[in-house]
T-cell receptor, first 114, second 115 residues
Framework: QKEVEQNSGPLSVPEGAIASLNCTYS??????FFWYRQYSGKSPELIMS????GDKEDGRFTAQLNKASQYVSLLIRDSQPSDSATYLC??????????????FGPGTSLSVIP | DGGITQSPKYLFRKEGQNVTLSCEQN?????MYWYRQDPGQGLRLIYY???????QKGDIAEGYSVSREKKESFPLTVTSAQKNPTAFYLC??????????????FGPGTRLTVT
């Protein structure tokens, strides 16, 4: 089982719809979770961090975390063509390591259709 | 403005040549990282450094080398021993071990093509 899994997509949604991006992780003790957006040819940009079960909202973005199910999601409301990008889920591993090990998922490609 | 810079943006080299990628940050972060990203794939960790004058191998360190002589700088050398060096290279930083936050901030990347 991979440590962080995401559907590769592409996920296509019409403009104005809600885009739902999902991520599962294997390290049951993980406490810190991140969503990054990566436009084609660019570097990843942090858009959300979440640490507690439940929802965290920031503008049109909502991150949802369910530690019992080892599941984290990102909802994008009122999707815009400018949201078209690859979204990377990242998880800080709980097990003891020599550094703050963050594992990135492979990313989900989102396409918002005008 | 604080941030991470990488240079050059694009780099072309002949097979068999070593090449050094620059990474500089002015965020006052202790920890720095080098990742490699191949088309359609996730980020793979090459090397990381938690503090000046110390660095450790990541998951795919073979064929790469780094140095950390200054807090602000973490250059990566891609040696001729790296079998498939063509990739997008990303430098990142975090506040550091034990600081309680783990958000990684990325530089703009260097796209290396070796022919």
């Amino acid at each position: 089982q991979k440590e962080v899994e995401q559907n590769s997509g592409p996920l296509s949604v019409p403009e104005g719809a809600i885009a739902s991006l999902n991520c599962t992780y294997s390290d049951r003790g993980s406490q810190s979770f991140f969503w990054y957006r990566q436009y084609s040819g660019k570097s990843p940009e942090l858009i959300m961090s979440i640490y507690s079960n439940g929802d965290k909202e920031d503008g049109r973005f909502t991150a949802q975390l369910n530690k019992a199910s080892q599941y984290v999601s990102l909802l994008i409301r009122d999707s815009q063509p400018s949201d078209s990008a690859t979204y990377l889920c990242a998880v800080k591993l709980d097990r003891e390591t020599s550094y703050d090990k963050v594992i990135f998922g492979p990313g989900t490609s989102l396409s918002v259709i005008p | 403005d604080g941030g991470i810079t990488q240079s050059p943006k694009y780099l072309f080299r002949k097979e068999g040549q070593n090449v050094t990628l620059s990474c500089e940050q002015n965020l006052n972060h202790d920890a720095m990282y080098w990742y490699r990203q191949d088309p359609g794939q996730g980020l793979r960790l090459i090397y990381y450094s938690q503090i000046v004058n110390d660095f450790q191998k990541g998951d795919i360190a073979e064929g790469y080398s780094v140095s950390r002589e200054k807090k602000e700088s973490f250059p990566l050398t891609v040696t001729s021993a790296q079998k498939n060096p063509t990739a997008f290279y990303l430098c990142a930083s975090t506040k550091g071990l034990g600081q309680g936050t783990y958000e990684q901030y990325f530089g703009p990347g260097t796209r290396l093509t070796v022919t």
